[in-house]
């Protein structure tokens, strides 16, 4: 079966400290990859999304990057975190759906909690 | 663009009892995928239901349906018989065929059920 592991479940960093969050997914090969962000009590923001090593698009322009380092490890970093950098990021994988139909679910990580201080 | 709208930032529910949480969606596309996902407070996210554009019936997984209008752009989700375990953050997501640009989801809805 398919596991997805995310850590640090949680962390607190100063301001204009960097940042690695990894995310490693078991079980499946040729995942599609994506970093989500939430802000408290607020739905998911699509940050980055892969769909192969080397392979990253980002949604919104910001303070991150991600990059894909191996087929199933995605990795969410910062030079220097800003207060507003704080939330909840989740990573996700899927597989690719059959012919492009969009029929294929997201499974999620546990999720970190970034507090910016 | 795709868009996803859940109006209900709240809502109550008597235990056992059925409850429906609204979801209206907005894309030009024809071929797209809907989604219901459920966040207790741990922050974890669990996929509950899907439904494609083209199925002609509605989902149903256990105690979950898919309530899905198309001409109204809707996917309201069903819960029957309402367990105290359902109280959670219930988020609406869709994505379109073909796009590995995964899930836009709307702002949720805060369920609780109560004894």
């Known amino acids: 079966s398919q596991t997805i592991h995310q850590w640090p479940a949680t962390l607190v960093q100063p301001v204009g400290s960097p940042l690695s969050l990894e995310c490693t997914v078991e079980g499946t090969s040729n995942p599609n990859l994506y970093w989500y962000r939430q802000a408290a009590g607020r739905g998911l923001q699509l940050l980055f999304y892969?769909?192969?090593?080397?392979?990253i698009s980002s949604e919104v322009p910001q303070n991150l990057s991600a990059s894909r380092p191996q087929d199933r490890q995605f990795i969410l970093s910062s030079k220097k975190l800003l207060l507003s950098d704080s939330g909840f990021y989740l990573c996700?994988?899927?597989?690719?759906?059959?012919?492009?139909?969009?029929?294929?679910?997201?499974?999620f990580g546990q999720g970190t909690r970034l507090t910016v201080v | 663009a795709q868009k996803i709208t859940q109006t209900q930032p709240g809502m109550f529910v008597q235990e056992k009892e059925a409850v429906t949480l609204d979801c209206t969606y907005d894309t030009s596309d024809q071929s797209y995928g809907l989604f219901w996902y459920k966040q207790p407070s741990s922050g974890e996210m669990i996929f509950l239901i899907y439904?494609?554009?083209?199925?002609?019936q509605n989902a149903t997984e256990g105690r979950y349906s898919l309530n899905f209008q198309k001409a109204r752009k809707s996917a309201n989700l069903v819960i029957s018989a309402s367990q105290l375990g359902d109280s959670a953050m219930y988020f609406c997501a869709m994505r379109v065929s073909g796009s590995a640009r995964q899930l836009t989801f709307g702002s949720g809805t805060q369920l609780t059920v109560l004894p």
């Open positions: 439904q494609g554009s083209y199925d002609e």
């Open positions: 996700a994988w899927s597989a690719v759906g059959l012919g492009g139909w969009g029929n294929t679910e997201a499974f």
């Open positions: 892969s769909v192969g090593i080397g392979q």
